[in-house]
């Protein structure tokens, strides 16, 4: 097989095109209506030609019986019932003389035709559309009528009707451009996507299904471009974040490697440090992809390793965390009187607050103090942590929990980080059916709130 996807590429070019599948069927239904169309008005047409001369036929026989000896009256009766009905008429003896007739009389009859008239009126063979009856009275006469051809008109319908249809065939053209120009955009569009075009969209522009299926291809095309672009980010802040504490081990190996013990020493501290932030980034990417496998299964929760602990005893070992990872750097902790039990994943909990404490120490002086606050609200705790740094711009805010997102001033500082702590505090929040918040103003500081409903306590 050669080309791509389930079939080869010469089926596929020889498969029919949906426009010319979509025209060629409402073709072939105006068809099959006009054909139930002739049918049926040449059925019925034919019954009422048959009615019609009878009827003609029947008033002339009476009508020229009475006029037989009045030749003149007789000439002008055949004229007009000539002009009325559109027919040629005739009359002749059953010797077959000629009496009377229009300009192009019909021929006279034979024997065995003239007997059969006893019967009533005898509608005659032959091409042209004739019929013969008695006349009333002596001598015995017979009139012979004749009309156009046998099917009259039927030429005429069908003409109309093949007109009809080229018409409405044509008329077609359109629709079936509509319906398959769409569908035509929209194949272009995946094909393009899935050869590597990231910014290939259908644009279809439609109030109907077609258009919400070409909408809802762009936005899936806008996602996976989103989830690539991002993929890209990570690989290369975690390469940035890698790099220094490598380049450290390196030249702490090197330095004891060349026998100076004392100066490969003094790297150590520095090597633990970094170490720690390497594993920080570690846990954080390793949380965040665990709770985007539980929320990319259909009607599947963020699974939750709950268990009752206070809310005090979590944001005390926050705080003393804090103190350990910054040594030197000032903490403003204040608790409510009376925090709530918490029922929630205390290790996750954990790890929002440890971001939001270091993204705080990350983006502020280490002069300046980081303040974190702790209160009960509505059955619910309350956390806040403030800053007095570098602050967020307004048009920044709204993709502050975007992953990999890092603000112009966050880079330019060059503070370090992949940007994934807010957007993985935020998940875990959420899955614990609370919110977060955050309001930042540039060179005031910023400060992020966080709700977690408390256990329910007993009636």
Same mark, same amino acid.
């Given at each position: 097989?050669?080309?791509?996807?389930?079939?080869?590429?010469?089926?596929?070019?020889?498969?029919?095109?949906?426009?010319?599948?979509?025209?060629?069927?409402?073709?072939?239904?105006?068809?099959?209506?006009?054909?139930?169309?002739?049918?049926?008005?040449?059925?019925?047409?034919?019954?009422?030609?048959?009615?019609?001369?009878? $009827? +003609?036929?029947?008033?002339? &026989?009476?009508?020229? @019986? =009475? #006029?037989?000896?009045?030749?003149?009256?007789?000439? *002008?009766? %055949?004229?007009?019932?000539?002009?009325?009905?559109?027919?040629?008429?005739?009359?002749?003896?059953?010797?077959?003389?000629?009496?009377?007739?229009?300009?192009?009389?019909?021929?006279?009859?034979?024997?065995?035709?003239?007997?059969?008239?006893?019967?009533?009126?005898?509608?005659?063979?032959?091409?042209?559309?004739?019929?013969?009856?008695?006349?009333?009275?002596?001598?015995?006469?017979?009139?012979?009528?004749?009309?156009?051809?046998?099917?009259?008109?039927?030429?005429?319908?069908?003409?109309?009707?093949?007109?009809?249809?080229?018409?409405?065939?044509?008329?077609?053209?359109?629709?079936?451009?509509?319906?398959?120009?769409?569908?035509?955009?929209?194949?272009?569009?995946?094909?393009?996507?899935?050869?590597?075009?990231?910014?290939? $969209? +259908?644009?279809?522009?439609? &109030?109907?299904?077609? @258009? =919400? #299926?070409?909408?809802?291809?762009?936005?899936?095309? *806008?996602? %996976?471009?989103?989830?690539?672009?991002?993929?890209?980010?990570?690989?290369?802040?975690?390469?940035?974040?890698?790099?220094?504490?490598?380049?450290?081990?390196?030249?702490?190996?090197?330095?004891?490697?060349?026998?100076?013990?004392?100066?490969?020493?003094?790297?150590?501290?520095?090597?633990?440090?970094?170490?720690?932030?390497?594993?920080?980034?570690?846990?954080?990417?390793?949380?965040?992809?665990?709770?985007?496998?539980?929320?990319?299964?259909?009607?599947?929760?963020?699974?939750?390793?709950?268990?009752?602990?206070?809310?005090?005893?979590?944001?005390?070992?926050?705080?003393?965390?804090?103190?350990?990872?910054?040594?030197?750097?000032?903490?403003?902790?204040?608790?409510?009187?009376?925090?709530?039990?918490?029922?929630?994943?205390?290790?996750?909990?954990?790890?929002?607050?440890?971001?939001?404490?270091?993204?705080?120490?990350?983006?502020?002086?280490?002069? *300046?103090?980081?303040?974190?606050?702790?209160?009960?609200?509505?059955?619910?705790?309350?956390?806040?942590?403030?800053?007095?740094?570098?602050?967020?711009?307004?048009?920044?805010?709204?993709?502050?929990?975007?992953?990999?997102?890092?603000?112009?001033?966050?880079?330019?500082?060059?503070?370090?980080?992949?940007?994934?702590?807010?957007?993985?505090?935020?998940?875990?929040?959420?899955?614990?059916?609370?919110?977060?918040?955050?309001?930042?103003?540039?060179?005031?500081?910023?400060?992020?709130?966080?709700?977690?409903?408390?256990?329910?306590?007993?009636?």
């Amino acid at each position: 097989m050669t080309g791509t996807g389930r079939w080869p590429a010469w089926r596929r070019r020889r498969h029919p095109r949906l426009f010319w599948s979509v025209y060629l069927h409402g073709v072939l239904m105006l068809l099959a209506v006009g054909v139930a169309l002739a049918v049926a008005g040449a059925a019925l047409g034919r019954g009422e030609w048959r009615r019609g001369p009878e $009827r +003609a036929l029947r008033y002339a &026989a009476l009508r020229l @019986g =009475e #006029l037989r000896g009045d030749p003149a009256r007789l000439d *002008e009766e %055949l004229r007009r019932v000539r002009e009325m009905f559109g027919v040629e008429l005739a009359l002749y003896r059953d010797d077959g003389t000629l009496l009377a007739g229009s300009a192009e009389p019909p021929p006279s009859l034979g024997a065995g035709e003239r007997e059969r008239l006893a019967r009533g009126p005898e509608r005659l063979p032959g091409p042209r559309f004739a019929w013969a009856a008695r006349l009333p009275g002596e001598p015995a006469a017979y009139l012979v009528m004749a009309g156009g051809s046998r099917s009259p008109s039927l030429e005429r319908i069908a003409a109309f009707l093949l007109a009809v249809l080229l018409a409405l065939a044509v008329a077609s053209v359109p629709l079936a451009r509509a319906i398959a120009r769409p569908l035509e955009r929209l194949t272009a569009a995946a094909r393009a996507l899935g050869s590597g075009d990231l910014s290939a $969209r +259908a644009g279809v522009d439609r &109030a109907d299904e077609v @258009g =919400e #299926l070409g909408q809802a291809f762009d936005e899936m095309a *806008e996602r %996976l471009e989103r989830l690539l672009r991002q993929e890209k980010e990570l690989l290369a802040n975690v390469s940035h974040e890698l790099r220094t504490p490598l380049s450290r081990i390196r030249v702490a190996l090197d330095l004891a490697a060349e026998g100076d013990p004392e100066r490969a020493r003094r790297f150590l501290g520095e090597i633990a440090q970094d170490l720690s932030e390497v594993e920080r980034l570690v846990e954080d990417i390793l949380t965040a992809a665990r709770l985007d496998l539980a929320q990319g299964r259909s009607g599947a929760e963020v699974p939750l390793r709950r268990e009752a602990f206070p809310a005090a005893d979590l944001v005390s070992r926050a705080g003393e965390r804090f103190r350990a990872a910054h040594p030197g750097r000032a903490l403003e902790v204040t608790l409510g009187e009376s925090l709530p039990e918490l029922d929630a994943d205390a290790a996750l909990l954990r790890r929002a607050l440890d971001n939001l404490l270091d993204n705080a120490a990350k983006y502020s002086e280490p002069s *300046e103090p980081v303040a974190l606050s702790a209160r009960e609200e509505d059955g619910a705790l309350l956390v806040e942590v403030r800053d007095r740094g570098i602050g967020i711009d307004p048009q920044d805010l709204s993709r502050l929990f975007i992953p990999f997102f890092r603000t112009d001033r966050s880079r330019a500082r060059g503070s370090g980080g992949v940007g994934l702590g807010l957007a993985l505090a935020k998940r875990i929040v959420e899955a614990h059916g609370g919110s977060i918040a955050v309001e930042s103003a540039p060179g005031k500081g910023t400060a992020v709130r966080v709700r977690v409903p408390a256990a329910s306590r007993p009636a």
